[in-house]
Structure formats: C-alpha cells, structure tokens
T-cell receptor, first 114, second 106 residues
C-alpha cells in the first residue's frame, strides 16, 4: 500500500469556523509533511513531523495548528482563517526525513475560505 | 539556499513527439525528484534520482551531479501526459522548481 489519503477532498469554511484536515498513511513512514499550494505555483512547505514530533515549522501563522496523534495520522487544525488561506493543502510522507527517500503525496484538500 | 530552475515553463507538442524538460539546481543535493501534477489534482512521484538514469515505461529521467542538471524525457507523448511536471531537490528540505506546464495535442 503506497497510498496517502486525505479528507475531506473539498472544504468551504467561514472565517470564524474551526475545521480540521486529516491525512493518513499506512506505509510505516516516520516523516509526514503539510504543504500549501496556490494556483499555478509550486507547493510551499508548512510543517514537517519527524517520528511524531514537530521538527520544522516554516513560520506558519498560528491559525494553522498541526497535530500528529500517531505515526499513521496527521491533522491540520484550522481556526479563524483568512480568504488568502484558500489553497490546495497537500500531505506527504516519506520513510524518514533525511532526504534519502522519496515523498509520497496525497490527493490534497481544496480549501475555500469565505 | 538551493535555487531550482526548470525549462521550459510551458510546452505544447503534438501527440507522438519526444519531450524533454530540464532542471538545474545551484548547490549539491542528496537526491532529485520528478513529480507530476494533473490539473486540480494531487502530486504523483515519478522518479527519485541520485545518479545516472531511471526508466519507467515511456518516461526516462537522467541526472548529472557534476553539472547539477537533470532531464525528464517522455517518448511517444500522449494527450494523457498533459500535466505540470515539477522538479524538486532533496536535502534536509525539499525545494520545488516552478514547474513545466505540458500540453500534448491529439
């Protein structure tokens, strides 16, 4: 099983809402990543979890809150978002964070903030 | 910081043509990814290379570590190959190129 799954596929939320994005992998990977991608731009790294601990936060605003409850699951909690946060949010995983292994990407969650 | 440059930015070709997409980077890396993204879709990893050449079906990827350059080739291109192809370098972080938008006409 080389699949990374993400739910939901689409999410529309108001600026006062609280919602969560979910990512799951069952490949035994110990590194998991959140990326944000705006239209016609490459993905931008947001967070890296390494062995279930947050290892990189790319100066992401606190209205985005990641969580790694176990080695297979990665959540991104959203609160008080702005319309400019509308984007495709991609999750990825790799065997470890060293750079020696490829990343496997999920299909993404398309988020619209109204 | 590694700079990753891709060329061309956009490419339109006829079905059956041989396609080449280039990627150059500025500092030494541990590996390089080639990724494919269809419109509105997630990203598929095509290759991860640290040296030499890899082939999968009609896709071939090469890397020259000394010249800091990689190429992705598609033989006998098909409209379903239409996508954005992204080169990304891997070290402690992944750095993405801006992507090449490929459109294959039937």
């Amino acid at each position: 099983d080389t699949e990374v799954t993400q739910t939901p596929k689409h999410l529309v939320m108001g600026m006062t809402n609280k919602k969560s994005l979910k990512c799951e992998q069952h490949m035994g990977h110990r590194a998991m990543y959140w990326y944000k991608q705006k239209a016609k731009k490459p993905p931008e790294l947001m967070f890296v979890y390494s062995y279930e601990k947050l290892s990189i936060n790319e100066s992401v605003p606190s209205r985005f809150s990641p969580e790694c409850p176990n080695s297979s699951l990665l959540n991104l909690h959203l609160h008080a978002l702005q319309p400019e946060d509308s984007a495709l949010y991609l999750c990825a995983s790799s065997q470890d964070p060293s750079g020696a292994y490829e990343q496997y990407f999920g299909p993404g969650t398309r988020l619209t903030v109204t | 910081k590694n700079e990753v440059e891709q060329s061309p930015q956009n490419l339109t070709a006829q079905e059956g043509e041989f396609i080449t997409i280039n990627c150059s980077y500025s500092v030494g890396i541990s590996a390089l990814h080639w990724l494919q993204q269809h419109p509105g879709g997630g990203i598929v990893s095509l290759f991860m290379l640290s040296s030499g050449k890899k082939k999968h079906g009609r896709l071939i990827a090469t890397i020259n570590i000394q010249e800091k350059h990689s190429s992705l080739h598609i033989t006998a291109s098909h409209p379903r190959d239409s996508a954005v192809y992204i080169c990304a370098t891997r070290d402690d972080k992944i750095i993405f190129g801006k992507g090449t938008r490929l459109h294959i006409l039937p």
